[in-house]
C-alpha cells in the first residue's frame, strides 16, 4: 500500500553534479520526500554554449536531477534527456538541455520549463528546485591573491592546482527561490554532498535565503564525505579540511553527522586517479578551531560502489541515508 506523502519524511539534497544525482537515484525507491536544490553557476559545455547563445539558465544539473528522481529513469522519455550527441551542429549537446531550453522558451521562464519537464519525466511527489533564478558566475580568489571567473575555470584550472581556494562568491548577488527556502523550512533531514565542494556544494550555500533558512532550520543535518580529492579544488585536503570548509560558509558545529565510506579501491583503480593527482581521502578530524567542540557523529559505512572508479554505490549510499531518517537520535 503507498505511504501517505503528510506521513513521509522530507529529505532535502544539496548539492549538483554526479554526487547529487547518486543519492538522488537511490533515495527515491525509499518511502520518503524528495527536494533536490541545485546549483546554478556552470558555465561549461553543453551549459555553457545554452547560455552565452540564449541567455538559458545552467540546465546541466538540474537535468540530471530531473533523471535521477524519474521513475521512468530507465524507460525511452529519460534515456532521451541523457542523450549527447557526438556531431553537426549540435555536438556535445545534450538533448536533455535543448529540451529544457525549449520550454523555457515556450513557457517564459526556466521554473515552468522545469515543472514542465518533472511531468514529462513523470515526477509527482519529489522535486527539482533550482536554488536561484537569477543569473549568476561563480568565482574564485586563490591563496596568492589570484582572482578566477566561471565555474569551468575553477572546476579545471588553468593555473597552479596545488594553490588553495580561499573563498568563493557569486556575482550579482542571488535571490534565493523560494521554494528552496520552504523545502529547508519542512525539512527532516537536510543532505549536504557528495560533490565538488567549491563547484557543486558551496555555491548553493551563497545564495542568502538558503543560507538563512540552513542556519534555522530545525531538520537533521547530514554531510556526505567525498571518496577522492580533486587537483585544484581539493588537493591536499583530508575530511577535516572539506569539514572546515564547509562550516566557514556556514557555521561551526553546522551538521549533525558526517557519513564517510570505509570501504578500499583496489590499487590498479586508484594508480589510474593519481595521474590525475587525484587521491583516496583520508577520512581524519582534528579540533576545528582554538574552542571547537566537535559535536557530530562519525557514520562509518562500505559505500563503494564495485568497478573501476571510484564512485559512492547508489544503493548503498540510499540504505544508509534512509536508515538515519529512521532514527531518534545520532
Not at 549540435?90 to 522545469?114: D, K, M, P, Y
Not at 575530511?239 to 551538521?255: Q, W
Not at 548503498?316 to 531518534?328: D, F, N, P, Q
Amino acid at each position: 500500500m503507498k505511504k501517505d506523502a503528510s506521513k513521509k519524511k522530507h529529505v532535502v539534497v544539496i548539492g549538483g553534479g554526479t554526487g547529487t544525482y547518486t543519492v538522488l537515484a537511490g533515495l527515491k525507491k525509499y518511502p520518503v520526500m524528495l527536494s533536490a536544490i541545485i546549483s546554478m553557476a556552470d558555465d561549461g559545455g553543453s551549459t555553457g554554449l545554452l547560455r552565452e547563445e540564449f541567455g538559458m539558465l545552467p540546465a546541466g544539473d538540474v537535468r540530471r536531477a530531473l533523471v535521477a528522481l524519474s521513475p521512468q529513469e530507465d524507460e525511452f522519455l529519460a534515456k532521451l534527456f541523457t542523450y549527447r550527441f557526438r556531431e553537426g551542429g549540435v555536438n556535445g549537446h545534450s538533448f536533455g538541455n535543448l529540451i529544457l531550453t525549449a520550454l523555457e522558451r515556450t513557457t517564459g521562464s526556466f521554473e515552468r520549463a522545469v515543472e514542465k519537464a518533472s511531468e514529462l519525466l513523470d515526477i509527482h511527489d519529489n522535486q527539482v528546485i533550482p536554488v536561484t533564478f537569477s543569473d549568476v558566475r561563480l568565482f574564485a580568489e586563490l591563496e596568492d591573491g589570484t582572482i578566477i571567473q566561471g565555474e569551468t575555470n575553477i572546476d579545471i584550472p588553468k593555473h597552479d592546482g596545488t594553490l588553495r581556494i580561499n573563498r568563493v562568491w557569486l556575482e550579482p548577488k542571488a535571490r534565493a527561490n523560494i521554494k528552496a527556502v520552504r523545502a529547508i523550512k519542512r525539512a527532516d533531514l537536510i543532505v549536504i554532498g557528495p560533490g565538488d565542494l567549491y563547484t557543486s556544494i558551496i555555491p548553493n550555500l551563497l545564495v542568502a535565503g538558503v543560507h538563512k533558512a540552513l542556519l534555522e532550520t530545525k531538520a537533521r543535518k547530514l554531510y556526505v564525505m567525498n571518496l577522492m580529492t580533486k587537483f585544484g579544488e581539493t588537493h591536499g585536503f583530508v575530511a577535516h579540511d572539506f569539514l572546515r570548509t564547509l562550516e566557514d560558509y556556514l557555521e561551526p558545529g553546522f551538521f549533525n553527522a558526517i557519513l564517510v565510506n570505509t570501504a578500499k579501491p583496489q590499487e590498479n583503480v586508484l594508480k589510474k586517479y593519481r595521474k590525475e593527482q587525484a587521491y583516496l581521502i583520508d577520512n581524519y578530524f582534528e579540533r576545528m578551531k582554538p574552542g571547537y567542540r566537535r559535536n557530530f557523529k562519525i557514520i562509518h559505512a562500505p559505500l563503494l560502489r564495485p568497478g573501476g572508479f571510484v564512485r559512492h554505490d547508489t544503493k548503498k549510499l540510499a540504505e544508509t541515508i534512509y536508515k538515519l531518517t529512521e532514527r531518534v537520535r545520532w
